[in-house]
């Protein structure tokens, strides 16, 4: 597990939120969607979290944010850890069939140039992200 610096059994809301950088409002949709998060609540009515509740929060973040999972994807990876789930593969078929959608929904040349132009942008700043 992973030492947040602060040496205490439980974190309310707000130290949570500050300690893994997300919005309370998130933290509590998450509970929503992820059933293994399910942090206790205090008498007061107030949730309560543990370090075993931080790091599920950080997997999940790190799932939806850094790895690009849907909801439902990361729900399969927290249930089912050893399945792996493949991202779509973007082929020079899936390229070819995008800019020719492209080709026959466009009438204006300047609009196609345009068009082209976005997509060759696109299909670059993807290339370098793999």
Known sequence: MKDFGLKKLYYSISEVSKLTGLEQYILRYWETEFEQLKPSKNRAGNRIYTNKDINLILKIKKLLREEKYTIEGAKKILSDPDAVIS????????????????????????????????????????????
């Open 87 to 130: 991202a779509p593969q973007i082929t020079n078929k899936t390229k070819i069939e995008s800019v020719k959608t492209i080709n026959s929904a466009s009438n204006n040349k300047s609009d196609l140039n345009k068009d082209l132009e976005e997509i060759r942008n696109f299909l670059l700043d993807l290339g370098s992200k793999l």
